[in-house]
């Protein structure tokens, strides 16, 4: 499952510090939003999502915010930890249109510090 | 707790030959997809499946792929011909419902490598 590129975009933290983690997407139709993790050598893990009706969600120490003004996503993990280190990847789909093929973003790889 | 599983984790295969990547979605589960990422791109769709029939496939899912699902467990990728570009993970998925917001759960992968 590695999805290790060396354009991949690179977010580094210390242990115990916040994240944020911002994806911009591009079809007005989308309505539904996920975001998902990816560890090295396993697929992707369904994380959090979102519908196009609210503009935040929180779960266990993360939360994501939509902003459909400007097509972004951001997810925050709160007091981020080793575990947490993967790339993460926000997804779209066209939940009203019965759409459920998702569309990727490129992803972010987050390492974290201890 | 119930995952996906897929094999082999890991098939090498030469330019033009047949290869078949096999899937064992979550028992229950009714939509079952597959998607692909070339090493270092996007995750993409390539088709979703349901009934026994293709509900929706990409532009990459041409002819010479198709899925089947051959038993009650099994679901299957085949690539007929295969081209170098065809080289990528390829990620197994199953939902539970018909309903666009259940959660798709993804296998490990297979990395399929064309020489």
């Known amino acids: 499952g590695e999805s290790v590129g060396l354009h991949l975009p690179t977010l580094s933290v210390q242990e115990g510090d916040n994240s944020i983690i911002n994806c911009a997407y591009s079809?007005?139709?989308?309505?539904?939003f996920i975001w998902y993790k990816q560890e090295s050598g396993k697929g992707p893990q369904f994380i959090i999502d979102?519908?196009?009706?609210?503009d935040k969600r929180q779960g266990q120490r993360v939360t994501v915010l939509l902003n459909k003004t400007v097509k972004h996503l951001s997810l925050q993990i709160a007091a981020t930890q080793p575990g947490d280190s993967a790339v993460y990847f926000c997804a779209e789909t066209g939940m009203d249109t019965g759409r459920r093929a998702l569309t990727f973003g490129s992803g972010t790889r987050l390492q974290v510090q201890p | 707790e119930p995952e996906v599983t897929q094999t082999p984790s890991h098939q090498v295969t030469q330019m033009g030959q047949e290869v078949i990547l096999r899937c064992v979605p979550i028992?229950?589960?009714?939509?079952f997809y597959w998607y692909r990422q070339i090493l270092g791109q996007k995750v993409e769709f390539l088709v979703s499946f349901y009934n026994n029939e293709i509900s929706e496939k990409s532009e990459i899912f041409d002819d010479q792929f198709s899925v089947e699902r051959p038993d009650g467990s099994n679901f299957t990728l085949k690539i007929r011909s295969t081209k170098l570009e065809d080289s990528a993970m390829y990620f197994c998925?199953?939902?539970?419902?018909?309903?666009?917001?259940?959660?798709?759960?993804f296998g490990p992968g297979t990395r399929l490598t064309v020489t």
């Open positions: 998925a199953s939902s539970e419902s018909v309903d666009a917001r259940d959660e798709q759960y």
């Open positions: 028992s229950n589960h009714l939509y």
């Open positions: 079809n007005s139709a989308s309505d539904y």
């Open positions: 979102i519908r196009s009706n609210m």
